[in-house]
């Protein structure tokens, strides 16, 4: 399991520069507890990519968000005439087009009310963002390239691991200072890495405060001058 204090405590500092809201927290707790209950993988690395792209996919928001513009301009950007929805991007890892949305009902075995292909905006629920995300990017479902593909026992790739999910590696943003996409988020692997690295303590019990209680009898003898008896001391120790 993870220790959140631990974690919260190592990325408050990097990559969020001291200061972490509670939707902050929130989202990153829903992909936590996503990995827990079925992790993708054991290696760590697979989970500090999966953090960085939501880094950069929600502008460090690290919640589920819809697409900026809502893909205007896009050809996903356009209602589909059969079931109404417009397939832009949503979720953790900006989903898009209609026959993802269809895959991730497929593979996660969603169907009727639970659709997203039939109810697109399902994949801004965080357990569903968090579900699309590390299946998806276990499996290639995006570009047809997999976190195994550049996290293994011989590769360790952050840089490229950006073709996951989009193309755009080597783009420099113009907010970036110079910097491209690919390095960008492998800066921000780099900080998440360390986090759960220090907080994964799979064998650590958890630190108990331990309160002693000391009580002390004293018999008292009833004739003649007061004086003490016996003297009986027994400790407790809860907490």
């Known amino acids: 399991m993870f220790y959140r204090e631990i974690f919260f405590d190592a990325v408050r500092s990097d990559p969020f520069g001291g200061c972490l809201t509670q939707d902050q927290v929130d989202g990153m707790s829903f992909i936590l507890d996503a990995w827990e209950t079925a992790p993708p993988s054991d290696d760590l690395r697979w989970l500090a990519y999966a953090l960085a792209t939501t880094y950069h996919e929600t502008a460090a928001t690290m919640l589920p968000i819809s697409e900026y513009g809502y893909g205007a301009g896009r050809p996903y950007g356009v209602p589909d005439p059969e079931t109404g929805q417009t397939y832009y991007g949503r979720g953790f890892v900006q989903l898009t087009w209609r026959d993802n949305y269809a895959r991730a009902d497929h593979e996660l075995e969603l169907c009727a009310?639970?659709?997203?292909?039939?109810?697109?905006?399902?994949?801004?629920?965080?357990?569903?963002?968090?579900?699309?995300?590390?299946?998806?990017?276990?499996?290639?479902?995006?570009?047809?390239?997999?976190?195994?593909?550049?996290?293994?026992?011989?590769?360790?790739?952050?840089?490229?691991?950006?073709?996951?999910?989009?193309?755009?590696?080597?783009?420099?943003?113009?907010?970036?200072?110079?910097?491209?996409?690919?390095?960008?988020?492998?800066?921000?692997?780099?900080?998440?890495?360390?986090?759960?690295?220090?907080?994964?303590?799979?064998?650590?019990?958890?630190?108990?405060?331990?309160?002693?209680?000391?009580?002390?009898?004293?018999?008292?003898?009833?004739?003649?001058?007061?004086?003490?008896?016996?003297?009986?001391?027994?400790?407790?120790?809860?907490?």
């Not at 109810?119 to 699309?132: E, S, T």
Request: charged residues 20%; contains cysteine.
């Open 113 to 239: 009310q639970d659709s997203l292909e039939w109810h697109a905006d399902h994949a801004l629920k965080p357990p569903v963002a968090a579900a699309v995300m590390f299946k998806g990017m276990s499996e290639g479902w995006f570009c047809g390239c997999a976190l195994a593909d550049y996290f293994n026992p011989h590769e360790d790739d952050p840089y490229n691991a950006r073709d996951i999910i989009n193309g755009d590696k080597s783009v420099v943003p113009s907010w970036s200072g110079g910097m491209s996409i690919g390095n960008l988020i492998k800066g921000y692997h780099e900080a998440f890495l360390a986090a759960v690295e220090a907080a994964w303590q799979e064998d650590r019990l958890p630190q108990v405060e331990v309160e002693t209680v000391l009580t002390i009898t004293l018999r008292l003898s009833a004739a003649g001058p007061v004086k003490v008896v016996s003297v009986e001391a027994h400790t407790d120790a809860s907490g």
